[in-house]
């Protein structure tokens, strides 16, 4: 099993997880262990179906400290994405974690 963090999320309008910054971490370490790099939500979701654990990382004044876990949360439609485990908690939501800037438009050449 392995363990990733989510840094920064992108959300659509109805703020629902569309993209994220993460990677995998040391959990020997408390540290990356390897670089960030963008993903569709749909490799969260693959890895929380593979097992592995996938932590949201909350802002502080040290940095980021890992609070809740992510888990899938599935809708009618089939489509897929993830929602933070546990009841609500104070600063500690979606809306909470640092945001992913939009992609910049492509432009043609």
Same mark, same amino acid.
């Given at each position: ?8 999320? @992108? ?7 569309? $993209?994220?910054?993460?990677? @995998?971490? /040391? ?16 490799? #969260?979701?693959?890895?929380? $179906?593979?097992?592995?654990? #996938?932590?949201?990382?909350?802002? /502080?004044? $040290?940095? $980021?400290?890992?609070? @809740?876990?992510?888990? #899938? ?37």
């Amino acid at each position: 099993m392995l363990v990733f963090a989510v840094s920064r999320v @992108r959300l659509d309008k109805d703020g629902r997880v569309k $993209h994220v910054l993460w990677g @995998r971490v /040391s959990t020997r370490a408390n540290a990356w262990a390897g670089p960030e790099s963008e993903a569709p939500v749909k490799q #969260v979701v693959n890895a929380s $179906h593979a097992g592995h654990r #996938v932590f949201a990382l909350f802002p /502080s004044e $040290h940095g $980021h400290v890992p609070e @809740r876990r992510f888990i #899938v949360v599935d809708y009618d439609n089939g489509w897929e994405t993830v929602s933070l485990a546990g009841p609500p908690t104070h600063e500690r939501e979606i809306h909470d974690m640092n945001g992913l800037a939009a992609p910049l438009p492509h432009r043609k050449p």
